[in-house]
C-alpha cells in the first residue's frame, strides 16, 4: 500500500470535486476517499459552516444540503480537514499501530468536531436531563436536572451552574470565580465539604477535561494499549494544574471515550476510593458528539446513572444565574 502523500490528497480531492456537484452526502464522500485509499477513517461529525446543514443519522451518515455555488468549496474544506487523519492513517498501514499521547488526544478531538467547533460552539450551554443515585442502604432516588456553564480561557475560569430537584427539596450548586457555594429556597448556603469535593470532581474528571487539555495546560501520556472484553483501546493518562489524574479509554476503531477511571480521597478519609466513569449512547448534538447516558461506580458499585433529555449549545446566560444572591443584590 502506498503512503498517502500531499499531492495524492491532492488528486483525491480534485476528483471528489469534480464528480460531486450540488448535494452530497458525507458517507459517500468517506466512500470515495477509501477506494482512493483504503484506510480507516473515524466516523463523525467533520464539518460545520455557515451553511445551512441537516443531519440526517446519529453518528456518520450526514447530508450536507448546500447551494451549488458553495457544493464545491465545501467538499474541497472536508477532504481538507480529513486530510491529516489519511495521512496518519496511511501511515500507520505500514507500521505497528503506536499512537503518541499527543496524536490519540487530537483524534479524539477531531471525532468530537474539531477544537474550533467545539471551542465556538460549546463556549456555553444548557444540558437538562435525569439523575438516578443508589444509597447507602441500597434504595435508589430519582432526581431532575439542569446543568448551565460557561467556559472560560481555563478551566478555573469556567462558570457552571447544577439545579437538582428531587421529591424531598431543591438546590443548586454554583461555581464561579473560584469558589463554590449553594442556594437553597433563594438563600445562598455553604455545601458540606464532601459535597462540594464532589462537585468538583465532576468538573475534573470528565471527557471536556480531555477535550480542553491544552487549553487548560495538562499533562498527558500514553499508557499503551490494552483490551477489554475483545475490544482494543487506547490508554491516556491526563494529569491537570491542581495534579489531579484521569486515566481514559478510548476506543482504538472509534476514537470515542468508552470510560475513564480515577482515584480520590473523601474529605476527612484515609482511604482511596476507585471511581469509574462508563459513557453510553453517543448522539450528535449540534455537530458534536455527547454521550447521553453515564454511569459512575465507586469501588466497583454503581451510585449515580445520568441520563440527558436535551442539550443545548450557544445559549445565553445572565451572569446573575452564578453569582452568590448577597453579594447579586448588593450589586445592582
Same mark, same amino acid.
Given at each position: ?28 464522500l ?10 480507516q ?9 455557515r ?13 450536507l ?10 467538499? #474541497?474544506?472536508t477532504?481538507v ?13 505500514q ?12 483524534a479524539v478531538?477531531?471525532?468530537n ?5 467545539? +471551542?465556538?460552539?460549546r463556549r ?34 469556567d ?7 428531587t421529591?424531598?427539596?431543591e438546590?443548586?450548586m ?9 442556594i ?10 464532601d ?5 468538583i ?9 480531555l477535550l480542553?487539555y ?30 489531579r ?8 476503531r ?16 484515609t ?18 458528539l455527547?454521550p447521553y447516558?453515564?454511569v #459512575?461506580?465507586?469501588?466497583?458499585k454503581?451510585?449515580?446513572? +445520568? ?13 446573575s ?12
Amino acid at each position: 500500500m502506498k503512503v498517502l502523500t500531499k499531492s495524492i490528497l491532492n488528486r483525491a480531492a480534485k476528483l471528489i470535486v469534480k464528480r460531486c456537484n450540488r448535494v452530497t452526502d458525507i458517507s459517500r464522500l468517506y466512500g470515495r476517499i477509501i477506494k482512493i485509499a483504503p484506510v480507516q477513517i473515524p466516523r463523525g461529525p467533520v464539518l460545520q459552516s455557515r451553511h445551512p446543514i441537516a443531519l440526517d443519522s446519529l453518528f456518520g451518515v450526514m447530508k450536507l444540503k448546500i447551494p451549488a455555488r458553495l457544493a464545491r468549496p465545501a467538499i #474541497l474544506a472536508t477532504v481538507v480537514s480529513l486530510s491529516p487523519w489519511i495521512l496518519c492513517s496511511s501511515i500507520q498501514a505500514q507500521q505497528p499501530k503506536t499512537f503518541t499521547a499527543e496524536q490519540i488526544a487530537e483524534a479524539v478531538i477531531l471525532v468530537n468536531g474539531s477544537r474550533p467547533i467545539l +471551542t465556538q460552539i460549546r463556549r456555553n450551554g444548557l444540558e437538562r436531563g435525569r439523575l438516578t443515585r443508589i444509597l447507602d442502604d441500597g434504595r435508589s432516588e430519582e432526581a431532575r436536572y439542569e446543568l448551565r456553564f460557561v467556559h472560560g480561557e481555563k478551566a478555573e475560569k469556567d462558570k457552571v451552574r447544577l439545579d437538582q430537584k428531587t421529591p424531598q427539596t431543591e438546590y443548586s450548586m454554583i461555581y464561579g470565580e473560584g469558589r463554590i457555594f449553594g442556594i437553597i429556597n433563594g438563600s445562598p448556603f455553604v455545601p458540606r465539604a464532601d459535597v462540594s469535593a464532589d462537585f468538583i470532581s465532576q468538573q475534573a474528571h470528565s471527557i471536556d477535561a480531555l477535550l480542553r487539555y491544552k487549553e487548560n495546560e495538562s499533562k498527558i501520556t500514553s499508557a499503551g494499549m490494552d483490551k477489554h472484553l475483545g475490544l482494543d483501546v487506547h490508554v491516556l493518562d491526563l494529569i491537570d494544574k491542581a495534579n489531579r489524574k484521569t486515566r481514559y479509554f478510548i476506543s482504538a476503531r472509534t476514537f470515542r471515550v468508552l470510560w475513564l477511571e480515577y482515584e480520590d480521597t473523601p474529605p476527612g478519609g484515609t482511604e482511596a476510593v476507585k471511581f469509574n466513569k462508563r459513557f453510553y449512547d453517543y448522539r450528535v448534538a449540534q455537530n458534536t458528539l455527547v454521550p447521553y447516558r453515564t454511569v #459512575l461506580l465507586a469501588n466497583g458499585k454503581q451510585t449515580v446513572e +445520568t441520563r440527558i433529555l436535551s442539550v443545548t449549545f450557544g445559549v445565553k446566560m445572565d451572569d446573575s444565574l452564578f453569582q452568590n444572591p448577597n453579594t447579586a443584590s448588593t450589586n445592582p
